[in-house]
């Protein structure tokens, strides 16, 4: 299983409707099985609940998603997610790219789920962000830090959404819209990942990594 729960309305300590927020986050980001329609309804409920610049990218999400065919959208999902290293979501990519650091990296998100007394399946990699966003609303002040210590990598990835015209990049406006502005050193590391792409070792991943989660290359 995945974790499971606990002005700007983005902001670095947690209002009692983040943990909201980052949940409809999750669950947009998810595969889109079967039980998907189920999820965009308890997003659109929820959505009502949260700021405009919260809200308003949520609604567009589900409204696109709710007019589109299952097999579709999971087409879609696919095309996006596995299939296109320049909208990874797996955020300790943008960092570390494929190398030992990433590897590092994984093991640490690991141990801070587990000392929350969160587990993961087997089949699941912690630094997916649906996991991310769902441990941030299990434990929203410890989900903060995680968002913000991977905000560069978001923001490369809203941007590449956004360049693509993917219906996904409406869900991530909604997660920047939690999150504060971005700093000058963080709009920095968005140029140079732009610019030049993650590291690329390709080696000291075997154990986390494997081609059935990370994307096909480009």
Not at 162 to 172: C, G, K, Q, R
Not at 184 to 207: F, K, N, T, Y
Request: one cysteine or more.
């Amino acid at each position: 299983m995945r974790a499971r729960r606990g002005g700007n309305p983005g902001t670095a300590h947690p209002a009692p409707w983040h943990p909201y927020a980052w949940q409809a986050h999750s669950l947009l980001l998810a595969y889109p099985d079967e039980e998907f329609p189920r999820s965009l309804a308890l997003v659109r409920s929820a959505a009502t609940t949260l700021p405009g610049p919260v809200r308003e990218p949520l609604l567009a999400f589900t409204g696109h998603a709710e007019r589109t065919s299952p097999a579709d959208l999971a087409e879609a999902y696919v095309a996006t997610f596995d299939h296109r290293r320049r909208c990874c979501p797996y955020l300790t990519y943008y960092a570390h790219g494929d190398t030992r650091k990433r590897g590092l990296a994984l093991l640490r998100l690991k141990q801070a789920y587990a000392a929350a007394g969160w587990h993961l399946g087997e089949d699941e990699l912690p630094d997916h962000l649906a996991v991310v966003l769902e441990f941030a609303a299990a434990d929203p002040p410890a989900g903060a830090r995680l968002l913000g210590e991977h905000r560069a990598g978001l923001e490369l990835l809203r941007l590449a959404l956004t360049e693509d015209a993917s219906p996904w990049a409406h869900v991530l406006d909604s997660v920047s819209a939690t999150l504060p502005a971005l700093a000058g050193d963080e709009r920095e590391a968005v140029i140079r990942l732009a610019a030049q792409g993650p590291p690329g070792e390709q080696v000291g991943l075997d154990p986390y990594a494997t081609p059935v989660f990370l994307p096909d290359p480009a």
